[in-house]
């Protein structure tokens, strides 16, 4: 008889964005003529760059010509995007980041999700909170982590790093050492950033304990102040002891063609064994590579127009941040994030539940946005919105949210 893995009944629940989507669509069917505005999902709305748009019509032309065909990609992706990468990503910032170094992949929330199978099931792992429901999840699937505790809303066998407001929403050095060590910054969902002199703490701690420190930079890109690190390998002894994955979703709008890449230096061990091999193997074996178009795509985001346009579209998002924070801090609410990430994060008025405040800005205001306990027990009373919507759109529902 075929069994099923029954980690994934550990999970309670459906995913935290499904479980938006049913309660909208049913506010929707019960409301046909609500005009619904979404500040929920960090999904970009622009077109892409028109410079990435010629060269995706190249590269098109180019499948059409058997001279310049192309089929499977090379196992770590095409030279000529991880070359690129390398220099403008990584030696322009002073980390000695080789091609080889750089796997290319269709996103950041997989690699993310899968890089947990190159380490044992005996890991313990600690994870931000409140944090990308998708570090802890795979986890769950995985059987890396005992039952939820629906008491404490957290799973046990797993470390919690709180970041709260009195530390800027950055996590302290955890008292029980971790092996794997989750951190996203800038942060999702919080929108906070954390100093090149912490994050350094953190790799000093993970180099002393034989840690893996598993590094989400997706949203990099949205940086805007100076001194905060854009890479972890900005720190000394970095590539020693962690993984960096990024993303082209957010910095160039490529949630709809599917393209990132992960870090992983030759040098990292843990236990005494080389963690580059075993991640070039699974990619080989459960992998066949970004599309030869969408790599081309990738590779003209770094162009001089390219990045000219992809730096215009995140001054677009994030001028929609700023009205969303600068009027939320205006109407009464307390709010932090949207100044070198996309997202803000505000408290919810008079107490409320995350989920409380999501109905009723849905029923008085028609505004969607992200219950803030759906990324852990620490987010709660916490709600986010982001600023990836129009700019008509984002204007309009900080105007209802006024009036409520």
């Known amino acids: 008889m075929a069994t099923i893995n029954k980690n994934y009944l550990k999970l309670p629940g459906s995913y935290l ?39 995706l019509h190249s590269a098109v032309d180019e499948m059409a010509d058997p001279s310049t065909f192309k089929g499977y990609a090379p196992d770590l992706g095409y030279e000529f995007l991880r070359k690129v990468i390398s220099e ?7 980390c000695d980041i080789s091609p080889d170094e750089i796997f290319v992949s269709d996103g950041a929330k997989c690699d993310c999700g899968n890089i947990q199978e190159i380490f044992g099931l005996d890991n313990v792992i600690a994870v931000c909170d409140p944090v990308y429901p998708v570090y ?28 709260k407001a009195e530390n800027g929403f950055a996590p302290e050095l955890p008292e029980e050492v971790p ?40 949203y990099e890109a949205y940086i805007s102040e100076e001194g905060v690190p854009h890479s972890i390998y900005e720190c000394d002894g970095a590539k020693d002891c962690a993984i960096e994955f990024r993303s ?41 590579g970004a599309p030869y178009i969408i790599q081309r795509a990738g590779e003209a985001v770094y162009s001089e127009e390219g990045m000219k346009q992809v730096k215009e579209q995140i ?26 990430a996309p997202y803000i994060w505000l408290r919810t008025p008079d107490n409320m539940t995350s989920w409380e405040f999501f109905d009723m800005l849905l029923e008085k205001a028609n505004v969607v946005g992200t219950p803030g306990s759906g990324f852990g027990p620490g987010g709660e009373h916490y709600f986010r919105l982001t600023g990836f919507g129009s700019k008509e759109n984002t204007i309009e529902a900080i105007e209802r949210i006024k009036k409520m």
């Not at 769950?140 to 709180?162: H, L, N, Q, S």
């Open 248 to 288: 082209f979703s957010k910095t160039a709008g490529f949630t709809g063609l599917r393209l990132g890449y992960t870090v992983i230096p030759k040098q990292l061990k843990t236990g005494g064994e080389e963690l580059w091999p075993l991640w070039a193997r699974r990619h080989g074996t459960k992998y066949n």
């Open 136 to 163: 802890v999840d795979s986890n769950v699937m995985a059987g890396r982590t005992g039952e939820f505790d629906a008491a404490a809303d957290r799973y046990k066998g797993v470390i919690y790093m709180p970041c």
């Open 88 to 94: 403008k990503d990584f030696k322009v910032r002073g």
């Open 17 to 55: 964005f499904s479980r938006i989507a049913k309660k909208v669509a049913a506010y929707s069917e019960a409301n046909p003529d609500a005009k619904i505005i979404r500040l929920g999902i960090g999904d970009v709305t622009r077109p892409i760059a028109p410079k990435v748009i010629e060269t």
């Open 179 to 218: 092996d794997l060590i989750y951190l996203c910054f800038p942060n999702n969902p919080t929108g906070a950033v954390i100093s090149k002199e912490k994050l350094q703490e953190f790799v000093d701690y993970a180099n002393k304990n034989d840690s893996v420190i598993l590094y989400d930079a997706a």
């Open 315 to 340: 001054a677009y998002y994030m001028w929609n941040a700023k009205y969303i924070h600068d009027g939320l801090k205006e109407a009464g609410f307390e709010v932090s994030g949207g100044v070198n």
